[in-house]
């Protein structure tokens, strides 16, 4: 057994969920005191919202890895392996050293488990707290220069939510991990502005008015500076290139032309400046300069984004993207589209049982030839008779086809995409949640 698999199994014998979430800061606090703060060592960059954080706190590294900076970045959930939730200069951490991190945890984890087991009702750390104590840990060792920390749930009671960033991102909040979080937007967004600090600098992405209301009302409280999309920073123009797309971005201190990002879609050039504007904040730029421009075409330019609209195989185009909820799905086919002129498209759909799938049928509705239903190895998965009964409520019948297993599943879409039987020649997309696209990859990629 390797040492990955070593921890892995400790990991999942230990943590029958990763879901698991208590609402306070308890343990983590006491974890991190035990290990001296490891957090308090480095500056610190630390993102929010519904969608997008992963992708845009990999632009945030690629740029600040530009700028000469070493870099830390945590982010959730992964996609093939837990390793790629550390990441140290953009890269994972090894096995080896990844199993070296969890060795150094582990003992103060059963100190900090050994003192809350004697408080009534006291909870156990969690499988994301011991993962964000790791990557504490493994960044006051490299040692980094600033960490990009994505938060796993929410904000307030998040396990990252124990540092105090001075540059913060707010991308958009919508309706997602509901009633966790809440059942409304404005409630939702109070757990997101739980991150925001005395005197940062937000960098606050478009927001429905119920959610701004809420976020702005918590800087004004606190005293943080905002930066809002369409105001102080965001898109001038975007044109498609191959590969991805060309940028003119409006950053908090000029205008920053012929940028290339290898993404696609709309939602990636928004995202690309939340990201600029948050490496602008932290290094000083709006009130100090336009920082380097060649080091942010650069950085762009190295940005890469697994499982969001990445084509894996040609003939036909098979893509994955970790859409799995209704704006996100929105984001993903208006990307497709915009990026690719398919004849047809067919989708291989697997969901988890806890989001709004309805809703993501329905912004499929309108899009696709055909979906294959299937369904993965996740415990939240939803069945595959559930998902086929409501894909046929939403598609009808003739559209939505059936397969047991996801590998069968993407040869079923497969043979439609080429198939001359109405289908025409098109393209594949494997979505639903982050589960389905992380095991496409590893059914796909060599």
Not at 100 to 124: C, H, K, M, N, T
Not at 132 to 160: I, S, Y
Not at 181 to 202: C, R, S
Not at 366 to 384: K, L
Request: net charge negative; proline share 4%.
């Amino acid at each position: 057994m390797t040492p990955l698999q070593t921890v892995t199994q400790a990991l999942a014998g230990r943590f029958p969920s990763e879901q698991h979430m208590v609402p306070d800061l308890d343990r983590i606090r006491l974890l991190t005191d035990l290990m001296g703060d490891p957090q308090r060592a480095y500056a610190s960059v630390h993102l929010t919202g519904t969608n997008g954080k992963t992708t845009v706190a990999r632009m945030i590294d690629a740029l600040l890895s530009a700028f000469g900076l070493r870099t830390g970045r945590y982010t959730s959930p992964h996609l093939t392996s837990p390793t790629e939730r550390i990441c140290l200069d953009g890269t994972p951490l090894s096995d080896e050293r990844f199993a070296e991190v969890y060795a150094e945890v582990a003992p103060l984890v059963d100190l900090v488990d050994s003192r809350f087991r004697d408080i009534q009702g006291g909870q156990p750390v969690t499988f994301f707290e011991v993962l964000t104590a790791m990557a504490f840990a493994a960044f006051a060792d490299a040692p980094v220069d600033v960490a990009v920390l994505e938060v796993g749930l929410g904000g307030r009671w998040d396990a990252t939510n124990v540092v105090d960033a001075q540059t913060c991102v707010v991308l958009g909040v919508g309706l997602d991990h509901v009633p966790l979080l809440g059942t409304t937007v404005a409630e939702i967004a109070e757990e997101k502005a739980g991150i925001i600090t005395a005197g940062a600098t937000v960098v606050m992405a478009a927001q429905e008015v119920e959610a701004a209301k809420v976020l702005l009302a918590r800087c004004a409280e606190v005293g943080a500076t905002v930066a809002r999309e369409g105001l102080e920073w965001g898109v001038l123009e975007r044109r498609t290139a191959v590969g991805g797309q060309l940028l003119t971005l409006q950053g908090l201190a000029g205008v920053y032309d012929e940028l290339f990002l290898p993404l696609h879609g709309a939602h990636q050039a928004s995202n690309a400046a939340a990201a600029l504007a948050a490496v602008e904040a932290f290094l000083g730029g709006g009130t100090q300069g336009r920082i380097d421009i060649d080091a942010v075409r650069e950085g762009f330019a190295a940005v890469t984004s697994p499982g969001r609209l990445e084509v894996l195989r040609s003939g036909p185009t098979v893509l994955v993207d970790a859409a799995h909820n209704p704006p996100g799905m929105a984001a993903s086919i208006d990307g497709l589209t915009d990026a690719f002129a398919f004849t047809s498209l067919v989708v291989v759909l697997a969901c988890l049982g806890d989001k709004d799938v309805r809703g993501m049928l329905e912004v499929l509705e309108p899009a696709v030839s055909a979906v294959v239903v299937t369904t993965v190895s996740s415990p939240r998965a939803m069945s595959v008779d559930d998902l086929a009964a409501l894909a046929t409520e939403v598609l009808g019948e003739e559209r939505v086809h059936v397969e047991d297993r996801l590998d069968d599943a993407i040869d079923t879409a497969v043979r439609l995409a080429e198939d001359d039987r109405g289908y025409g020649s098109g393209g594949v997309l494997v979505t639903g949640s982050v589960v389905t696209a992380g095991e496409a990859r590893r059914l796909l990629v060599r």
